[in-house]
C-alpha cells in the first residue's frame, strides 16, 4: 500500500477567462470545483495509476471540515478512492486557479488554512501511525496550518519504517532531514528557499542537491516547469527532460510527479526510472483541467517519449 497524508487539503475553484483583466470586471466562461491539495491530488494520482489493483493499493490520510471538506468527502467517494479523514472544527480552504486562455497564464490564489487543534492533530497523528505500519511507501506532503510544530513531519518520519518521499520546503524539510527521508522533491525555487541561497546556475543547484543529501536525504529531485529535472544522491546525479504537451492546467504536476515515483517504486523500478514515470505523469497531469485525473494508458505512452536519464559527472 501507498499512504499519502498531509495537512493542507483544499476545495478548489478553477476559473476559466478569455482573458483576465486586472481591475475589471471578469465573466468566466467556465468554473469547475474539486478536491485538491498536495496529499489528496498525490493520492488521487498514485490510485488511477496504480489501477486499483489489490495489490498496489493507496490509501489518503488528511483532514476535512465543514461544508467545503464535505465536497471534499464526496468528490473522493464518488471517484472510489480510499481515504481516511480527520474531521476538523474549522473548515478546509478554499484555493482558486484562474486560467487566462489568451495568454495561457495561470494564477493561483492561495487561501491559508485555518489552525488545527491539538486533540485534531494528535488523531491525524495516530491514523497516521496506524496506516504506515501496513503501507509500503509514503509520500508526506504540503505545508502546515497553524497550530502544527515545525517538525511534525520529523515525528511522522520517526513512525516510519517504510520508504518516505517528502513533498515540502523551509523549516518543516529541513528539520525532517535529520530522520534521513528516501527522496525529496523540492522545486528549483523552494529549494533556494529552503536553503537561504541562489540556485540561479547548474552548479549552484548540484551543491545545493549534494547539501540536502549531507543533511540526510538519500536522493533528492528538483524540478522548474517544463525545464530539466535533476535526479541526485550523494555520488550520483542524473538529468532528464520532460515530454513536450500543451498545457491546460499545471496545478498538481509536481503532485502527480511524487504519485507516479511513488508508484514506480513500488513496482520495483530503481529511482530515475521511477522518476521518469512520474515525469510522464505530470506531463499528463498538464494536459487536464482538473488535477490529478490521469489516464494510465495515455501515461504510459509518455513514458516512451522521454530519453532515459542521462549520467552528469560530479
Known amino acids: 500500500m501507498i499512504l499519502a497524508a498531509g495537512l493542507s487539503p483544499a476545495w478548489q475553484q478553477i476559473v476559466m477567462l ?30 488511477c495509476l496504480a489501477g486499483g489493483s489489490d495489490s498496489n493499493t493507496v490509501q489518503t490520510l488528511s483532514t476535512i471540515g465543514g461544508l467545503t471538506g464535505h465536497s471534499i468527502r464526496d468528490d473522493f467517494e464518488r471517484d472510489a478512492i480510499p481515504a481516511i479523514w480527520i474531521e476538523t472544527q474549522a473548515p478546509t480552504r478554499v484555493c482558486t486557479t484562474i486560467l487566462d486562455r489568451e495568454s495561457g497564464a495561470t494564477t493561483e490564489l492561495v487561501e491559508n ?6 486533540h485534531e492533530l494528535a488523531a491525524f497523528r495516530d491514523a497516521y501511525r496506524q496506516q504506515v505500519a501496513a503501507a509500503e511507501l509514503a509520500v508526506l506532503a504540503g505545508s502546515f496550518p497553524g497550530g502544527v510544530p515545525v517538525d511534525f513531519y520529523h515525528e511522522l518520519l520517526a513512525d516510519s519504517k517504510i520508504p518516505v518521499i517528502l513533498d ?62 535533476w535526479i541526485g544522491s550523494e555520488t550520483k546525479l542524473y538529468s532528464a527532460q520532460p515530454p513536450q504537451v500543451e498545457t491546460i492546467n499545471p496545478i498538481g504536476c509536481g503532485d502527480c510527479l511524487a504519485a507516479g515515483i511513488a508508484v514506480g517504486l513500488t513496482r520495483g523500478f530503481d529511482v530515475p526510472d521511477a522518476v521518469l514515470f512520474g515525469m510522464a505523469a505530470a506531463a499528463e497531469n498538464a494536459r487536464q483541467l482538473l488535477p490529478a485525473r490521469l ?20
Open 113 to 118: 488554512a485555518q489552525p488545527i487543534l491539538p
Open 168 to 229: 515540502c520546503q523551509r523549516e518543516p524539510l529541513l528539520a525532517a532531514l535529520a530522520r534521513r527521508p528516501f527522496l525529496v522533491k523540492p522545486n528549483r525555487e523552494e529549494l533556494g528557499n529552503t536553503l537561504g541561497r541562489p540556485v540561479d546556475t547548474e552548479s549552484d543547484l548540484h551543491a545545493a542537491m549534494r547539501d540536502l543529501c549531507r543533511r540526510g536525504a538519500t536522493w533528492v529531485v528538483v524540478t522548474a516547469g517544463k525545464q530539466r529535472v
Open 295 to 314: 489516464d494510465r494508458v495515455r501515461v504510459a505512452a509518455l513514458r516512451e517519449e522521454i530519453r532515459p536519464a542521462a549520467t552528469v559527472p560530479q
Open 18 to 47: 478569455d482573458r483576465l483583466r486586472v481591475g475589471e470586471v471578469n465573466r468566466a466562461r467556465d468554473v469547475q470545483w474539486c478536491a485538491s491539495g498536495k496529499a489528496l491530488n498525490v493520492g488521487r494520482a498514485a490510485h
